[in-house]
C-alpha cells in the first residue's frame, strides 16, 4: 500500500550513505553502501527546523545525501540504525512533544533516541524477540515505556 493511500506525505528521502559499510562477502555484486529513509507527515502543514538543519550542516543549506558512518550494533538485530543517525532526523523533523512512529521498531534505536529528545513514541515489531529487546533498551533508557504488545493482529486499535 502507497505512503499517500494511507494519509501520509512524504516530506524528505533521505539518502543514507555509509562510508564504513560493512563489505558483501560475495562477489557477484556490488556492496551495498546506502540506505532510503523516508521522512513522512500526516499532514501537509508539517514541521521541520530549517536553522537546526543548518546549525547540523555547518551553517549551510543542508542536502538529502547525508555521510554517516554505520556503529556496531548494540544489539543483535541485523538492521539496527545508529543513534547519531536518527537523533538527526528527529531534531529536524520533530518538536519536544511529538508523537514519533516507527512501524518497523526492530532493536527500538528510534524509541530510544525519540524518548531521550522528550518525544512520545509509538513503536510497532512484529517479531517477538525484537520486540521484547526493543521494549528493555527503551525501558533500560526512559523507565517508562508503556507495556503493550504491538505485534500484527493484537494491535489496540480496534478492528
Known amino acids: ?7 501520509l506525505w512524504i516530506i524528505n528521502d533521505i539518502i543514507w550513505y555509509k562510508p564504513n559499510a560493512t563489505p ?8 551495498p553502501a546506502t540506505e532510503l529513509i523516508w521522512v513522512a507527515s500526516k ?8 536553522d537546526m538543519a543548518k546549525r547540523l550542516n555547518g551553517g549551510k543549506h543542508m542536502r538529502n545525501l547525508w555521510v554517516i558512518p554505520a556503529e556496531k550494533h548494540r544489539t543483535e538485530h541485523p ?6 543517525l536518527l537523533t538527526r532526523i528527529l531534531l529536524l523533523a520533530t518538536r519536544e512533544g511529538d508523537t514519533v ?3 518497523f521498531m526492530g532493536s527500538g534505536t528510534t524509541g530510544v533516541v525519540a524518548k531521550r529528545l522528550k518525544r512520545n513514541f509509538v513503536g510497532i515489531e512484529i517479531d ?3 520486540y521484547a529487546i526493543a521494549k528493555a533498551r527503551i525501558e533500560g533508557e526512559c523507565g517508562d515505556y508503556p507495556a503493550v504488545n ?9 478492528e
Open 1 to 7: 500500500m502507497a505512503l499517500k493511500e494511507l494519509g
Open 24 to 31: 558483501l562477502l560475495r562477489t557477484n555484486r556490488l556492496a
Open 43 to 50: 499532514s501537509k502543514r508539517y514541521y521541520f527546523d530549517y
Open 79 to 84: 538492521a539496527e540504525k545508529p543513534e547519531t
Open 101 to 103: 512512529l516507527d512501524p
Open 128 to 130: 517477538a524477540h525484537y
Open 150 to 158: 504491538l505485534f500484527a493482529g493484537e494491535l489496540p486499535f480496534g
